[in-house]
């Protein structure tokens, strides 16, 4: 018969091996961890507020100094109105009135491309940075279906950084004036955005 390795061993060593194996695991499980509960006040997290932004975007496809430029487009359809398939990039100025030439509070950065078949819908991917007042340096990050011939659209602020971390809301758009001629547009947006 086999005789086990605990019958030779002092009583006090196997206590002492149990011990040092528990620590063993708990010290790796603590090494291994990355992620805690934090409290907000840490964070100096206070009070979640509510903002309201007003402003104009302004979208120049057209001339010589165009804010927004065609990045791709679908090479094999030709089939829909709703130019499907095309994207585009934009750095958009940010006003505080219809006129371009009035204060500029930030731009919009990011992508605009047609994601429906059958009718204008824009999957909108853009960050509104910006570089006024107390948002100076601040962004917000937009991800939304923006159906631009619709009278209001909606669509979700998912994000934001510095003033605007945690931020969560939404922005709706109105076109303000469009020149089908040239396809310049300006936008009418107000923000309502939740952060601390
Ligand atoms: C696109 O399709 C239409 C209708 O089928 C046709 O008249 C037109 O020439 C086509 N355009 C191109 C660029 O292929
Ligand atoms: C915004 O912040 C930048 C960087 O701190 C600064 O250079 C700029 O003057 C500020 N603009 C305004 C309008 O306060
Ligand atoms: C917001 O975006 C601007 C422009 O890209 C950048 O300079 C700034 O650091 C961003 N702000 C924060 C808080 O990340």
């Given at each position: 018969?086999?005789?086990?390795?605990?019958?030779?061993?002092?009583?006090?060593?196997?206590?002492?091996?149990?011990?040092?194996?528990?620590?063993?695991?708990?010290?790796?499980?603590?090494?291994?961890?990355?992620?805690?509960?934090?409290?907000?006040?840490?964070?100096?997290?206070?009070?979640e507020k509510l903002s309201h932004?007003?402003?104009?975007?302004h979208d120049i496809v057209s001339?010589?100094?165009?804010?927004?430029?065609?990045?791709?487009?679908?090479?094999?359809?030709?089939?829909?109105?709703?130019?499907?398939?095309?994207?585009?990039?934009?750095?958009?100025?940010?006003?505080?009135?219809?006129?371009?030439?009035?204060?500029?509070?930030?731009?919009a950065q990011g992508i605009y491309?047609?994601?429906?078949?059958?009718?204008?819908?824009?999957?909108?991917?853009?960050?509104?940075?910006?570089?006024?007042?107390?948002?100076?340096?601040?962004?917000?990050?937009?991800?939304?279906?923006?159906?631009?011939?619709?009278?209001?659209?909606?669509?979700?602020?998912?994000?934001?950084?510095?003033?605007?971390?945690?931020?969560?809301?939404?922005?709706?758009?109105?076109?303000?004036?469009?020149?089908?001629?040239?396809?310049?547009?300006?936008?009418?947006?107000?923000?309502?955005?939740?952060?601390?």
């Open positions: 018969m086999a005789k086990t390795i605990h019958e030779f061993t002092p009583p006090y060593l196997i206590l002492l091996s149990i011990i040092l194996s528990m620590t063993a695991t708990t010290t790796a499980k603590e090494s291994e961890s990355f992620g805690s509960i934090l409290s907000p006040a840490k964070l100096g997290l206070k009070r932004l007003h402003f104009y975007f001339g010589r100094n165009p804010t927004a430029v065609p990045v791709a487009k679908a090479s094999m359809t030709n089939t829909s109105s709703s130019f499907f398939g095309s994207v585009m990039m934009m750095d958009d100025p940010l006003t505080v009135k219809p006129e371009l030439s009035s204060k500029r509070v930030g731009s491309a047609s994601a429906s078949q059958k009718d204008i819908g824009l999957l909108m991917v853009m960050n509104f940075v910006f570089t006024e007042g107390k948002y100076n340096g601040s962004n917000l990050s937009v991800l939304g279906r923006n159906a631009a011939f619709l009278g209001m659209r909606e669509m979700p602020i998912v994000g934001g950084s510095g003033v605007f971390r945690f931020a969560r809301g939404y922005a709706q758009a109105r076109t303000h004036t469009v020149d089908f001629e040239t396809g310049d547009a300006i936008v009418e947006y107000n923000v309502y955005v939740f952060h601390y």
